[in-house]
């Protein structure tokens, strides 16, 4: 089984700033894409941002130049910078990774478990 756990969620004033961490582990035999998603109210989760094995990071709209992912392979983890944060920001943020457990096998999606970023005024 493969375990995608966050942290680094918390409380910040707007316009400040914080740094998310999300590590892998478990039967991994390579990761593809690694991302974050968040999940307002409702039953919708927005991209956040995506980053490919290849190095390439697609954002999504609302966070675009304020939020940077990035990967460390080797710890098979992936990181969300968010600076300039805004209330509308507020919300559970969920990792994503999408693993090969097999040379030969096919990947799929795992997602942790999710952390809290709240944004005051």
């Known amino acids: 089984q493969v375990q995608v756990v966050e942290s680094g969620g918390g409380m910040v004033q707007a316009g400040g700033s914080l740094r998310l961490s999300c590590a892998a582990s478990?039967?991994?035999?390579?990761?593809?894409?690694m991302g974050w998603y968040r999940q307002a109210a409702g039953p919708q989760r927005e991209l956040v941002a995506d980053?490919?094995?290849?190095?390439?990071?697609v954002y999504g709209e609302s966070v675009e130049g304020r939020f940077a992912i990035s990967r460390d392979d080797a710890k098979n983890s992936t990181y969300l910078q968010m600076n300039s944060l805004k209330p509308e920001d507020t919300a559970v943020y969920y990792c994503?990774?999408?693993?090969?457990?097999?040379?030969?096998?096919?990947?799929?999606?795992?997602w942790g478990q999710g952390t809290q970023v709240t944004v005051s005024s």
């Open positions: 994503t990774a999408s693993v090969r457990r097999s040379p030969t096998g096919p990947s799929f999606r795992f």
């Open positions: 478990g039967s991994i035999f390579s990761i593809n894409s």
């Open positions: 980053i490919s094995s290849g190095g390439i990071a």
